[in-house]
């Protein structure tokens, strides 16, 4: 066996099968979680429906619920879906640590910390996301129906429905991730706290142009409801930049200057 380098140094070709081990295992944790999505569809599908079911009752409407017409292979196709998307979800710890774990190698040991730092914060941010919308769905899709004439029915293509709540999900897991990101680019001085702090109007215009896009329908409700939280992350991530600062200027008193223009005096 090929010992490995301290340094985390190897030739392309260890780097090629180091890459295919880690992409297997990521694809390997993947499959089995889609397996268990396949066992349990029938429970995850009557959730996935449940808001529906539940427009249904209190509207006081026969006909809310999804359509599976639009071809002979769609039950087959929404079973598969709702099966792989249960395996990214349920692999997520296994295969973002792969991502590290490729990565981790050519860092140093004290950028190794902080990255292992990045990953216990990441995972429970993700699913933290995915919780709120697993959360905010029913309210969203109750809100959306309801513009829907007192006379009329409301069979939803199941496809459509099926991918207006994944993405959903998906969205609110991806934009959980800001704040690791933001005291990442922190951490590598690319954005200091001072800047953040300046800059929170653009913040808060980008944070709500990413929630109209993220959010597959045209309601203001899904787009207010990804922003508002995210944005208190935004300010969690100063909090958590500013403490990492001050800890760095406690260490090296040089550190408060560095954030100061070239014409700026720096403090005595």
């Given at each position: 066996?090929?010992?490995?380098?301290?340094?985390?140094?190897?030739?392309?070709?260890?780097?090629?099968?180091?890459?295919?081990?880690?992409?297997?295992?990521?694809?390997?944790?993947?499959?089995?979680?889609?397996?268990?999505?396949?066992?349990?569809?029938?429970?995850?599908?009557?959730?996935?429906?449940?808001?529906?079911?539940?427009?249904?009752?209190?509207?006081?409407?026969?006909?809310?619920?999804?359509?599976?017409?639009?071809?002979?292979?769609?039950?087959?196709?929404?079973?598969?879906?709702?099966?792989?998307?249960?395996?990214?979800?349920?692999?997520?710890?296994?295969?973002?640590?792969?991502?590290?774990?490729?990565?981790m190698p050519g860092l140093k040991k004290k950028e190794r910390r902080i990255a292992l730092a990045y990953f216990f914060?990441?995972?429970?941010?993700?699913?933290?996301?995915?919780?709120?919308?697993?959360?905010?769905?029913?309210?969203?899709?109750?809100?959306?129906?309801?513009?829907?004439?007192?006379?009329?029915?409301?069979?939803?293509?199941?496809?459509?429905?099926?991918?207006?709540?994944?993405?959903?999900?998906?969205?609110?897991?991806?934009?959980?991730?800001?704040?690791?990101?933001?005291?990442?680019?922190?951490?590598?001085?690319?954005?200091?706290?001072?800047?953040?702090?300046?800059?929170?109007?653009?913040?808060?215009?980008?944070?709500?142009?990413?929630?109209?896009?993220?959010?597959?329908?045209?309601?203001?409700?899904?787009?207010?409801?990804?922003?508002?939280?995210?944005?208190?992350?935004?300010?969690?991530?100063?909090?958590?930049?500013?403490?990492?600062?001050?800890?760095?200027?406690?260490?090296?008193?040089?550190?408060?200057?560095?954030?100061?223009?070239?014409?700026?005096?720096?403090?005595?």
């Amino acid at each position: 066996m090929a010992r490995r380098d301290p340094e985390g140094r190897m030739p392309l070709a260890q780097h090629l099968r180091e890459l295919r081990n880690r992409l297997f295992l990521a694809i390997l944790g993947v499959i089995a979680g889609a397996v268990v999505g396949w066992i349990f569809y029938d429970e995850l599908i009557d959730l996935l429906i449940e808001p529906l079911r539940n427009v249904r009752d209190s509207a006081g409407r026969e006909i809310v619920n999804i359509n599976f017409g639009a071809s002979i292979t769609q039950p087959f196709s929404v079973q598969l879906k709702v099966s792989i998307f249960v395996g990214i979800v349920l692999s997520s710890p296994l295969w973002i640590w792969q991502v590290w774990a490729f990565l981790m190698p050519g860092l140093k040991k004290k950028e190794r910390r902080i990255a292992l730092a990045y990953f216990f914060a990441g995972v429970p941010l993700f699913l933290a996301g995915a919780a709120l919308a697993a959360w905010a769905i029913p309210r969203t899709v109750a809100i959306l129906l309801s513009f829907t004439p007192d006379d009329a029915a409301n069979l939803q293509d199941a496809m459509t429905y099926l991918n207006f709540v994944l993405y959903f999900i998906l969205a609110f897991g991806l934009a959980f991730l800001m704040p690791v990101a933001l005291v990442a680019l922190n951490q590598l001085r690319i954005l200091s706290v001072r800047m953040m702090i300046k800059g929170w109007r653009v913040a808060l215009m980008i944070i709500l142009v990413f929630a109209a896009f993220a959010t597959p329908d045209p309601s203001a409700w899904t787009m207010i409801a990804l922003a508002i939280p995210v944005y208190i992350l935004y300010w969690g991530a100063i909090g958590v930049s500013a403490l990492l600062e001050r800890g760095r200027r406690k260490r090296d008193p040089t550190e408060r200057w560095k954030d100061l223009s070239p014409d700026e005096a720096s403090p005595l």
